[in-house]
């Protein structure tokens, strides 16, 4: 699931968490990109505030429990 938003917004890098090698060059692009870095943070609350916020998902909820009755 997080892959999926994170390759659909654009809003961050994916590395394998077991892998210390991935983290840390994901960590020193991030240093090395600094405004791509800021952008990717910029995307990612966007994609917050116009979809993965409890409004959002509230009325998700709703709909499939009415579905459900």
């Known amino acids: 699931m997080w892959r999926d938003i994170v390759v659909k917004t654009g809003c961050g890098l994916l590395v394998d968490p077991l892998k210390p090698e991935e983290i840390a060059q994901a960590i020193q692009w991030l ?3 600094p405004d791509e870095a800021q952008a990717m943070g910029e995307r990612g609350r966007e994609a917050v505030q116009s979809q993965y916020n409890w409004s959002i998902e509230e009325k998700k909820l709703l709909q499939m429990y009415k579905e459900l009755l």
């Open 31 to 33: 240093l090395e990109n």
